[in-house]
């Protein structure tokens, strides 16, 4: 049973271009979340998916973006990238709580993106 | 806006220490708790949780967690760490509307090593 994975493990980029990462959630699961973890920092919840669409959104702007594919599957795009986006980028999965809700709806993290811009 | 602080940023232990990391939040409502765990060069993986009944929770690897609800902590607790608990630890929460789950609002994390 493959857990989430994510591509690509690494990637460079300079100011001001954009950048799309993937994920691809736990089999069975419907549900993809996205956190930034910058360095020596806790991940920030960046929004969630789900049948989709966008389901929730931290505290991040608008160049931030997201898609979910109909094989639950997801993207995240950053326009204009910033010095300050480097950060490593998690994909988390989950059951969505309308299909098994209550203490078992983990969030299930994938290793991450290491995106760097210079 | 709530938050979480986990009190020690750098935790340096010798195997069969005892280990305890303290957590904090602010909410005032039900939420959920989790303590994560990232091993070197590993993915984020779930220690162990809290979403009701017994306060004291029992994880993986030997863990276990308290719940205080008067002191809003959750604090992580193992009798005798090893040279493989060396590792960076995360608390979560997550605010509980009825059952259904919101975004994960983690601390800055602690990293633990223990010497051999």
């Known amino acids: 049973d493959a857990g989430v994975t994510q591509s690509p493990t690494h990637l460079i980029k300079t100011r001001g271009q954009q950048v799309t990462l993937r994920c691809s959630p736990k089999?069975?699961?419907?549900?993809v979340s996205w956190y930034q973890q910058a360095l020596g920092q806790g991940p920030q919840f960046i929004f969630q998916?789900?049948?989709?669409?966008?389901?929730q959104r931290g505290n991040f702007p608008d160049r931030f973006s997201g898609h979910q594919f109909p094989n639950y599957s997801s993207e995240l795009n950053v326009n204009a990238l910033l010095l300050g986006d480097s950060a490593l980028y998690l994909c988390?999965?989950?059951?969505?709580?309308?299909?098994?809700?209550?203490?078992?709806?983990?969030?299930?993290f994938g290793p991450g993106t290491r995106l760097t811009v210079l | 806006a709530q938050s979480v602080s986990q009190h020690n940023h750098h935790v340096i232990l010798s195997e069969a220490a005892s280990l305890e990391l303290g957590c904090n939040y602010s909410?005032?409502?039900?939420?959920?708790l989790f303590w994560y765990v990232q091993y070197p060069g590993q993915h984020l993986q779930l220690l162990l949780k809290?979403?009701?009944?017994?306060?004291l929770v029992k994880g993986i690897k030997g863990f276990e967690a308290e719940f205080i609800k008067s002191k809003f902590s959750f604090n992580l607790r193992k009798p005798s760490v090893q040279w493989s608990d060396t590792a960076e630890y995360f608390c979560?929460?997550?605010?509980?509307?009825?059952?259904?789950?919101?975004?994960?609002?983690f601390g800055k994390g602690t990293k633990l090593s223990v010497k051999p």
């Open positions: 988390a999965s989950s059951f969505a709580e309308g299909h098994f809700s209550g203490p078992d709806n983990e969030q299930f």
């Open positions: 089999s069975g699961h419907d549900t």
């Open positions: 998916y789900y049948e989709e669409e966008e389901r």
């Open positions: 909410y005032g409502g039900t939420v959920n």
């Open positions: 809290y979403f009701s009944g017994d306060p």
């Open positions: 979560a929460v997550n605010l509980n509307y009825g059952g259904s789950q919101g975004n994960l609002i």
